[in-house]
């Protein structure tokens, strides 16, 4: 129908398995993976303590430059929040994220998280509600901005992994209502 061959087909489906996204069904084929709450809540844990070492690490390599190239990626922050544009959010939190990686100089971060932020982009997409705080989530990313410039690595590494364990806690609470609003609807 899509004049596809089956190989490329199954190389992608191969591919969205290993990545998480989707998971055999047995007969009825490949589904995609829904993630749970507690599962959401792995995955953000481990990006609030390696975001936690990369702010550390940061802090401790500041220099001019980054205050601003810093406050440019706040204020695109701050304007993708205005934007109401969930994909421009999302994109711009990656953003501050993946600068705080490269500013630690450790280059082992940034390939460890990566993989991580492959469902972290899928549950931020899904988690912005009306009601997400996306504005003090900026709010967040320049206390941790600012620890960094000044050099202060026992805040930076602090701000870094609370602000992750925050987000960790907000998103888990929403799933689970969603889960015990849908459990509820199929009971019915």
Not at 82 to 87: I, R, T, V
């Amino acid at each position: 129908m899509l004049d596809v061959s089956r190989q490329p087909v199954v190389q992608a489906i191969h591919l969205l398995k290993s990545q998480g996204f989707a998971r055999d069904t047995g007969r009825r084929g490949v589904e995609v993976t829904e993630l749970g709450s507690s599962e959401t809540n792995h995955y953000y844990l481990i990006r609030a303590a390696l975001d936690g070492l990369a702010a550390r690490e940061a802090a401790l390599r500041s220099n001019g430059l980054v205050q601003a190239r810093g406050a440019k990626i706040i204020e695109a922050g701050r304007r993708a929040c205005e934007s109401g544009s969930h994909h421009t959010i999302v994109d711009a939190d990656m953003a501050f994220h993946q600068f705080i990686y490269e500013l630690s100089g450790n280059p082992v971060i940034s390939k460890t998280v990566t993989p991580l932020w492959h469902q972290l982009r899928r549950i931020m997409g899904t988690a912005i509600t009306a009601d997400y705080p996306v504005n003090s989530i900026w709010d967040e990313h320049q206390t941790i901005l600012d620890a960094i410039i000044e050099g202060n690595t026992t805040a930076a590494e602090n701000l870094a992994r609370a602000h992750g364990e925050t987000a960790a806690r907000r998103v888990e609470h929403m799933l689970r209502q969603h889960e015990i609003t849908e459990s509820a609807a199929g009971g019915s």
